[in-house]
């Protein structure tokens, strides 16, 4: 079953922790990105891969960490010097870099206790 | 700067009645407009694209350049359309990325 898969759905973390989210993709895809949604702000680029070992700041990238080893891997780390972690964070991707159609994941709710 | 504004967070209409969700643009040349829609329990989706020109589920969207919107419009609501719409811009800025607005939520009532 091709896709995107998210975990875990559900996280909840102590202020002053990191987290990682994990994002993987057997859809083949060059490009992966990370979304923030909130409510009324709909969703915001966190950083963006467009081919394994590179990466690039997105437009809320402060607070964040990723790394891209593998094609097929995306992992987000939500770090402690983010001020506002609390949030529903998207994982997509696309063939390639910069293309209109994305596939998205279920997404994970981060909720900082 | 590209930006994308959504002016309505919730619009309801009664089935069979039309609809149109509101999308304007910011931005200086030609860009790309998209819909995605969220329905619920499933995931965000692409629904249509301006240069394809086609009707998705009996949605349109015209691009107006002169008033920079990209409206989407149905001339019959139906339950099922309940769901969240995305309108989205693609420009060519570095990265050509996705921008996306706020999102409107559409209820479709019996």
């Known amino acids: 079953d091709g896709g995107i898969t998210q975990s875990p759905k559900y996280l909840f973390r102590k202020e002053g922790q990191n987290v990682t989210l994990s994002c993987e993709q057997n859809?083949?895809?060059?490009?992966m990105y990370w979304y923030r949604q909130d409510p009324g702000q709909g969703l915001r680029l966190i950083y963006y891969?467009?081919?394994?070992?590179?990466?690039q700041k997105g437009d809320i990238a402060e607070g964040y960490s990723v790394s891209r080893e593998k094609k097929e891997s995306f992992p987000l780390t939500v770090t402690s010097a983010q001020k506002n972690p609390t949030a529903f964070y998207l994982c997509?991707?696309?063939?390639?870099?910069?293309?209109?159609?994305?596939?998205f994941g279920e997404g994970s709710r981060l909720t900082v206790l | 700067a590209q930006r994308v504004t959504q002016p309505e967070k919730l619009l309801s209409v009664f089935k069979g009645a039309p609809v149109e969700l509101k999308c304007n643009y910011s931005?200086?040349?030609?860009?790309?407009l998209f819909w995605y829609v969220q329905y619920s329990r499933q995931r965000l989706q692409l629904l249509l694209r301006?240069?394809s020109r086609e009707s998705i589920k009996g949605f349109t969207a015209d691009l107006n350049k002169g008033e920079t919107s990209f409206h989407l419009k149905k001339p019959f609501a139906q339950e099922e359309d309940s769901a969240m719409y995305y309108c989205?811009?693609?420009?060519?800025?570095?990265?050509?990325?996705?921008?996306f607005g706020g999102g409107t939520r559409l209820m479709v009532k019996p």
């Open positions: 989205a811009l693609r420009g060519v800025n570095a990265g050509n990325m996705l921008t």
């Open positions: 931005y200086s040349g030609s860009p790309e």
């Open positions: 859809l083949n895809h060059d490009a």
């Open positions: 997509a991707s696309s063939m390639t870099g910069g293309a209109g159609e994305l596939f």
């Open positions: 891969s467009q081919i394994v070992n590179d990466f």
């Open positions: 301006h240069i």
